[in-house]
Protein backbone atom coordinates (compact mmCIF):
# COMPACT_ATOMS: atom_id res chain seq x y z
CA UNK A 1 0.00 0.00 0.00
CA UNK A 2 1.09 3.19 -1.14
CA UNK A 3 -0.50 6.65 -0.52
CA UNK A 4 0.84 9.04 -3.19
CA UNK A 5 0.51 13.01 -2.11
CA UNK A 6 -0.45 15.01 -5.22
CA UNK A 7 -1.00 18.89 -5.77
CA UNK A 8 -3.41 19.00 -8.21
CA UNK A 9 -2.83 21.62 -11.33
CA UNK A 10 -5.06 21.51 -14.76
CA UNK A 11 -4.78 24.57 -16.75
CA UNK A 12 -8.30 24.04 -18.42
CA UNK A 13 -9.46 24.11 -14.85
CA UNK A 14 -11.09 20.69 -15.12
CA UNK A 15 -10.51 19.44 -11.46
CA UNK A 16 -12.63 16.55 -12.09
CA UNK A 17 -10.97 15.45 -14.98
CA UNK A 18 -7.55 15.96 -13.58
CA UNK A 19 -8.13 13.77 -10.62
CA UNK A 20 -9.49 10.69 -12.33
CA UNK A 21 -6.43 11.08 -14.82
CA UNK A 22 -4.10 11.55 -11.36
CA UNK A 23 -5.98 8.22 -10.41
CA UNK A 24 -5.91 6.01 -13.32
CA UNK A 25 -1.62 6.39 -13.09
CA UNK A 26 -2.03 4.40 -9.85
CA UNK A 27 -2.53 0.91 -8.60
CA UNK A 28 -6.09 0.08 -7.40
CA UNK A 29 -4.68 -0.94 -4.09
CA UNK A 30 -2.69 2.54 -3.48
CA UNK A 31 -4.11 5.64 -2.28
CA UNK A 32 -3.97 8.96 -3.32
CA UNK A 33 -3.95 12.31 -0.79
CA UNK A 34 -4.59 15.22 -2.42
CA UNK A 35 -3.73 18.91 -1.44
CA UNK A 36 -4.70 22.48 -2.36
CA UNK A 37 -1.45 24.14 -3.94
CA UNK A 38 -2.53 26.78 -0.73
CA UNK A 39 -2.23 24.67 1.68
CA UNK A 40 0.59 22.65 3.85
CA UNK A 41 0.79 19.86 6.39
CA UNK A 42 2.44 20.82 9.68
CA UNK A 43 3.21 17.89 11.86
CA UNK A 44 6.45 16.45 9.94
CA UNK A 45 5.14 13.25 10.69
CA UNK A 46 1.64 13.58 9.09
CA UNK A 47 2.90 10.81 6.26
CA UNK A 48 2.80 8.02 9.07
CA UNK A 49 -0.51 9.53 10.76
CA UNK A 50 -2.03 9.08 7.62
CA UNK A 51 -1.04 5.62 7.08
CA UNK A 52 -2.07 4.69 10.35
CA UNK A 53 -5.31 6.27 9.45
CA UNK A 54 -5.73 3.99 6.47
CA UNK A 55 -4.53 1.00 8.23
CA UNK A 56 -6.81 0.92 11.17
CA UNK A 57 -9.84 2.71 9.41
CA UNK A 58 -9.20 2.35 5.56
CA UNK A 59 -11.65 -1.03 5.18
CA UNK A 60 -14.74 1.12 7.24
CA UNK A 61 -14.14 4.76 5.39
CA UNK A 62 -14.34 5.27 1.62
CA UNK A 63 -12.47 8.43 1.61
CA UNK A 64 -11.17 11.24 4.30
CA UNK A 65 -10.37 14.90 4.72
CA UNK A 66 -9.10 16.60 7.46
CA UNK A 67 -9.15 19.76 9.87
CA UNK A 68 -7.54 23.19 9.04
CA UNK A 69 -8.01 26.64 9.81
CA UNK A 70 -9.87 28.03 6.71
CA UNK A 71 -12.56 26.49 4.76
CA UNK A 72 -16.43 26.75 3.81
CA UNK A 73 -17.33 23.89 5.92
CA UNK A 74 -16.81 25.11 9.88
CA UNK A 75 -16.75 21.28 10.50
CA UNK A 76 -13.38 20.95 9.40
CA UNK A 77 -12.31 24.51 10.85
CA UNK A 78 -10.41 24.03 14.54
CA UNK A 79 -13.29 25.49 17.09
CA UNK A 80 -15.53 25.37 14.23
CA UNK A 81 -14.76 28.91 13.11
CA UNK A 82 -12.59 30.04 10.46
CA UNK A 83 -9.26 31.91 11.53
CA UNK A 84 -8.17 35.46 10.56
CA UNK A 85 -4.72 34.16 12.24
CA UNK A 86 -1.85 33.68 9.44
CA UNK A 87 0.82 33.39 11.83
CA UNK A 88 1.95 29.81 10.80
CA UNK A 89 3.74 29.15 14.63
CA UNK A 90 0.12 29.85 16.11
CA UNK A 91 -0.89 26.91 13.66
CA UNK A 92 1.67 25.03 14.38
CA UNK A 93 0.59 25.00 17.97
CA UNK A 94 -3.14 23.96 16.81
CA UNK A 95 -1.32 21.02 14.61
CA UNK A 96 0.70 19.55 17.75
CA UNK A 97 -2.06 19.80 20.00
CA UNK A 98 -4.57 18.23 17.75
CA UNK A 99 -2.54 15.57 16.84
CA UNK A 100 -1.74 15.10 20.92
CA UNK A 101 -5.34 15.17 21.53
CA UNK A 102 -7.06 13.03 18.52
CA UNK A 103 -4.21 11.19 16.58
CA UNK A 104 -6.13 8.19 14.75
CA UNK A 105 -9.66 9.40 15.56
CA UNK A 106 -11.90 9.35 12.47
CA UNK A 107 -15.60 10.77 12.72
CA UNK A 108 -18.04 9.73 10.02
CA UNK A 109 -18.74 13.13 8.14
CA UNK A 110 -22.10 12.21 7.16
CA UNK A 111 -24.76 13.75 7.13
CA UNK A 112 -22.95 17.42 6.36
CA UNK A 113 -22.67 20.41 4.40
CA UNK A 114 -20.59 19.49 1.61
CA UNK A 115 -17.07 19.15 3.04
CA UNK A 116 -14.05 21.17 1.45
CA UNK A 117 -11.68 19.69 -0.61
CA UNK A 118 -8.68 20.92 1.09
CA UNK A 119 -7.21 17.39 1.38
CA UNK A 120 -9.00 14.20 0.08
CA UNK A 121 -7.59 10.80 1.03
CA UNK A 122 -8.91 7.65 -1.21
CA UNK A 123 -7.79 4.74 -2.40
CA UNK A 124 -7.48 4.33 -6.18
CA UNK A 125 -9.97 1.58 -6.24
CA UNK A 126 -12.78 3.73 -4.88
CA UNK A 127 -12.17 6.74 -6.88
CA UNK A 128 -12.30 4.50 -9.98
CA UNK A 129 -15.74 3.33 -9.16
CA UNK A 130 -17.45 6.47 -7.84
CA UNK A 131 -15.56 9.14 -10.12
CA UNK A 132 -15.04 12.82 -9.34
CA UNK A 133 -17.80 14.46 -11.35
CA UNK A 134 -18.51 18.28 -12.31
CA UNK A 135 -16.57 20.88 -14.62
CA UNK A 136 -14.52 23.74 -13.72
CA UNK A 137 -13.05 24.17 -10.21
CA UNK A 138 -15.96 24.47 -7.67
CA UNK A 139 -17.89 21.76 -6.52
CA UNK A 140 -16.04 19.03 -7.47
CA UNK A 141 -15.03 18.35 -3.96
CA UNK A 142 -18.81 18.51 -2.56
CA UNK A 143 -19.84 16.16 -5.58
CA UNK A 144 -17.47 13.88 -4.17
CA UNK A 145 -18.34 14.38 -0.53
CA UNK A 146 -22.04 13.52 -1.97
CA UNK A 147 -21.51 10.42 -4.36
CA UNK A 148 -19.09 8.92 -1.49
CA UNK A 149 -21.64 9.31 1.00
CA UNK A 150 -24.25 8.06 -0.78
CA UNK A 151 -22.35 4.64 -1.10
CA UNK A 152 -20.23 4.34 2.33
CA UNK A 153 -18.66 6.74 5.16
CA UNK A 154 -16.04 9.98 4.93
CA UNK A 155 -14.18 10.24 7.19
CA UNK A 156 -13.40 13.12 9.07
CA UNK A 157 -9.65 12.88 10.64
CA UNK A 158 -9.39 14.88 13.99
CA UNK A 159 -6.07 14.61 14.50
CA UNK A 160 -4.41 15.54 11.07
CA UNK A 161 -4.62 19.80 10.95
CA UNK A 162 -3.53 21.56 7.64
CA UNK A 163 -2.64 25.29 7.42
CA UNK A 164 -4.76 26.60 4.06
CA UNK A 165 -4.42 30.02 3.05
CA UNK A 166 -8.04 30.05 1.36
CA UNK A 167 -8.64 33.18 -0.28
CA UNK A 168 -6.58 35.28 2.74
CA UNK A 169 -7.18 39.01 2.83
CA UNK A 170 -10.38 38.72 0.75
CA UNK A 171 -12.82 35.48 1.54
CA UNK A 172 -14.75 36.40 -1.38
CA UNK A 173 -12.49 36.37 -3.88
CA UNK A 174 -12.94 33.16 -6.82
CA UNK A 175 -10.48 34.66 -9.48
CA UNK A 176 -8.16 32.31 -9.33
CA UNK A 177 -11.09 29.41 -9.97
CA UNK A 178 -11.85 31.24 -13.69
Same mark, same amino acid.
Given at each position: ?33 ? /? ?25 ? !?? @????? +? %? ?8 ? %? ?6 ? !? ?8 ? %? ?6 ? /????? $?? $? $? ?5 ? !? ?8 ? $? @? ?6 ? /?? +? +? ?11 GL??? /??? @?HK???? +??NN ?5
Amino acid at each position: MAINFIIPFTPDKQLAAHYNEQANRFDDDDWICF /VDADAMFLDPYFGQHLEKIVENHGDEF !LA @FTCMT +N %RVGNLKQCHQ %RKMSSNFD !LMHHLKIAEA %RKKEYFGT /VLDFR $PS $P $PMSGVMI !LSKVSTIKKI $P @FRGAGMLG /VD +N +NFHQDISEKGKFGLILG /VYL @FHKYRAG +NINNKTHLK
